[in-house]
């Protein structure tokens, strides 16, 4: 249920509608997809709520530690809070991580270190075009200097 944590009141709606969300499931957890594709605000309602696979340092610190504590199979009791709102989760289930040799990965490593090397370029451009440009009535802390870290 999707809420901005610093916004108290929408905090605690989001809140309340995971804890009406989570005792609806106790008594139906067959229709956790039924329910997500219904009343979730986030990309994965089309799909029933399913993210995929994840890992613990693709989502929130408070998300990847109730993904550490949610039984396979089962509907997670407790709701889920992060920034972002308040969650329900049902993890389908846990698959142990193996490595891999370098060659299986060496193409998704280059691809990923290229798309985090592009994004911090943009972050750099964006940031020095902001310290340039003559904007009123907002701050945007833009940098002076090309060297931005």
Same mark, same amino acid.
């Given at each position: 249920?999707? &809420? ?7 905090? #605690? ?6 804890? &009406? ?11 956790? !997809? !039924? ?9 994965? &309602? ?9 890992? #613990? ?6 998300? !990847? ?10 509907? @997670?009791?407790?709701? $889920? ?5 308040? @969650? ?23 691809? /990923?270190?290229?798309?985090?090397? /592009? ?10 075009? $902001? #310290?340039?440009?003559?904007? #009123? ?13």
């Amino acid at each position: 249920f999707s &809420a901005d944590a610093a916004d108290p009141v929408a905090y #605690g709606r989001a809140r309340e509608q995971a804890l &009406a969300a989570l005792a609806r499931l106790a008594e139906q957890p067959q229709r956790f !997809a !039924a329910m997500a594709r219904d009343v979730s605000a986030c990309p994965s &309602a089309a799909s029933g709520g399913n993210l995929g696979q994840v890992t #613990g340092d693709a989502v929130t610190p408070a998300f !990847a530690e109730a993904l550490r504590r949610a039984e396979p199979g089962r509907v @997670h009791p407790e709701p $889920v809070e992060t920034p972002y709102g308040v @969650h329900v989760l049902r993890l389908e289930r846990r698959i142990a991580g193996r490595v891999l040799p370098f060659e299986m990965v060496e193409e998704r490593i280059r691809e /990923w270190l290229g798309a985090r090397v /592009w994004r911090h370029a943009v972050r750099q451009y964006v940031s020095i075009l $902001v #310290g340039r440009a003559e904007i #009123g009535g907002i701050e945007l802390g833009g940098a002076q200097s090309p060297l931005v870290q």
